[in-house]
């Protein structure tokens, strides 16, 4: 390429003859030529500006996934308001061009706070608004789902007034219904109902063992405690009653020690829970975590990672907490649905979407198990 003209920080000059190139391929579509006009300008001459032209060609060209990855290596060098904004607008594009507005609207808010003169010409405020509409009615369709749900539970439970006594095995795996029927990789099947003492043998054994290690840190004993403790996953009451506790007027933490993508994820999950409080046990979303900590404890006993008391005295533990903290089936299951929706979101950038087809999927495999038909002691 030719000469290009660098500022007093040895980067390219704003005014410099590469920017009408890229307008010219911007207004005909040729966001390939963009990307390759920036990536030929040595990567230490890159200023700020001309590596968010390589930014807006990804998006696009919606390549997300390299979009991301170069936000987050230009937020250290963006220095004024207008860049800081223009950083905080990009990532909520990306989230919101995906349908997850409830997310976009924390970044296009967080903009507006950097930027608050609009210096960047960015119009946040817009955008922000419009996030918000979409917010406010995925919201209040998530509302009327859970009212939905948990009438279907309670029609459901009532059913079949003499209730079946089963097995403490087989009532155990019945609450841990959702993992038990999770395809495993390679595998291509779930553990089942069928078998409280489920093995895998062989090849499927080796992959098992070798996925748990990968994906959970799960290889021994220990390190299942750990996984079972910590992991998010299995552990998503301890943060719905972080959420609750704030909601109702008595936080547990002074709000002020977070900050950045933290703040932003309690607020939104603030927002997000505000609307089911009302249709949750009191127990919270603990039906989900059991739920969880049953499959993983099926897991690890299968590929013996836990020996046979170990997994027995995991389920007798499980199978208690449940009893402890939740007076009928219908409480557990509403629990646990509703628990669903609250761990996707929190898994999935805050996808309220991706939550409510979750609940809906929840409900339709409880509604249709044997859980309700089962004596609940």
């Given at each position: 390429?030719?000469?290009?003209?660098?500022?007093?920080?040895?980067?390219?000059?704003?005014?410099?003859?590469?920017?009408?190139?890229?307008?010219?391929?911007?207004?005909?579509?040729?966001?390939?030529?963009?990307?390759?006009?920036?990536?030929?300008?040595?990567?230490?001459?890159?200023?700020?500006?001309?590596?968010?032209?390589?930014?807006g060609?990804?998006?696009?060209?919606?390549?997300?996934?390299?979009?991301?990855n170069?936000?987050?290596?230009?937020?250290?060098?963006?220095?004024?308001?207008?860049?800081?904004?223009?950083?905080?607008?990009?990532?909520?594009?990306?989230?919101?061009?995906?349908?997850?507005?409830?997310?976009?609207?924390?970044?296009?808010?967080?903009?507006?706070?950097?930027?608050?003169?609009?210096?960047?010409?960015?119009?946040?405020?817009?955008?922000?608004?419009?996030?918000?509409?979409?917010?406010?009615?995925?919201?209040?369709?998530?509302?009327?789902?859970a009212?939905?749900?948990?009438?279907?539970?309670?029609?459901?439970?009532?059913?079949?007034?003499?209730?079946?006594?089963?097995?403490?095995?087989a009532?155990?795996?019945?609450?841990?219904?959702?993992?038990?029927?999770?395809?495993l990789?390679?595998?291509?099947?779930?553990?089942?109902?069928?078998?409280?003492?489920q093995?895998?043998?062989?090849?499927?054994?080796?992959?098992?063992a070798?996925?748990?290690?990968?994906?959970?840190?799960?290889?021994?004993?220990?390190?299942?405690?750990?996984?079972?403790?910590?992991?998010?996953?299995?552990?998503?009451?301890?943060?719905?009653?972080?959420?609750?506790a704030?909601?109702?007027?008595?936080?547990?933490?002074?709000?002020?020690?977070?900050?950045?993508?933290?703040?932003?994820?309690?607020?939104?999950?603030?927002?997000?829970t505000?609307?089911?409080?009302?249709?949750?046990?009191?127990?919270?979303?603990?039906?989900?975590?059991?739920?969880e900590?049953?499959?993983?404890?099926?897991?690890?006993?299968?590929?013996?990672?836990?020996?046979?008391?170990?997994?027995?005295?995991?389920?007798?533990?499980?199978?208690?907490?449940?009893l402890?903290?939740?007076?009928?089936?219908?409480?557990?299951?509403?629990?646990?649905?509703?628990?669903?929706?609250?761990y996707?979101?929190?898994?999935?950038?805050?996808?309220?979407?991706?939550?409510?087809?979750?609940?809906?999927?929840?409900?339709?495999?409880?509604?249709?198990?044997?859980?309700?038909?089962?004596?609940?002691?």
């Amino acid at each position: 390429m030719a000469n290009i003209t660098l500022d007093e920080n040895g980067k390219i000059s704003d005014n410099d003859e590469l920017y009408k190139i890229l307008d010219e391929c911007y207004d005909n579509d040729e966001y390939d030529n963009i990307i390759a006009a920036v990536l030929s300008v040595p990567e230490e001459q890159r200023s700020v500006k001309l590596r968010f032209r390589l930014i807006g060609a990804l998006n696009n060209k919606k390549d997300f996934e390299n979009s991301r990855n170069e936000l987050q290596k230009i937020l250290p060098d963006c220095k004024t308001p207008a860049e800081i904004a223009r950083y905080f607008y990009m990532q909520g594009y990306i989230l919101f061009i995906n349908d997850k507005e409830l997310a976009a609207l924390s970044f296009y808010e967080a903009g507006i706070n950097a930027d608050p003169e609009n210096t960047s010409g960015l119009d946040l405020a817009d955008e922000a608004k419009e996030c918000r509409e979409y917010v406010d009615k995925d919201l209040k369709e998530l509302a009327e789902l859970a009212k939905q749900v948990c009438g279907d539970i309670d029609k459901r439970c009532a059913e079949k007034t003499e209730k079946e006594k089963i097995s403490d095995g087989a009532f155990t795996v019945l609450m841990g219904l959702i993992p038990a029927l999770r395809q495993l990789p390679a595998v291509g099947r779930g553990l089942g109902l069928d078998d409280f003492f489920q093995k895998f043998e062989g090849k499927d054994k080796e992959v098992i063992a070798q996925w748990l290690d990968t994906l959970f840190g799960i290889k021994d004993k220990e390190s299942f405690i750990k996984f079972y403790q910590t992991a998010q996953g299995c552990n998503i009451s301890g943060m719905y009653a972080d959420v609750d506790a704030f909601l109702s007027g008595k936080p547990k933490f002074d709000l002020k020690t977070l900050r950045g993508d933290a703040q932003r994820a309690f607020h939104n999950t603030c927002m997000f829970t505000e609307p089911l409080r009302e249709f949750l046990p009191k127990a919270g979303v603990l039906g989900w975590d059991l739920s969880e900590k049953i499959g993983f404890s099926r897991l690890a006993y299968s590929v013996d990672v836990l020996e046979k008391n170990d997994y027995l005295g995991s389920m007798v533990a499980i199978k208690k907490a449940a009893l402890d903290f939740f007076p009928s089936t219908a409480e557990f299951l509403k629990s646990l649905v509703i628990g669903s929706a609250l761990y996707t979101f929190a898994s999935s950038e805050w996808d309220i979407k991706g939550a409510i087809t979750m609940m809906k999927r929840s409900r339709d495999v409880m509604l249709h198990c044997e859980l309700p038909d089962a004596e609940w002691a």
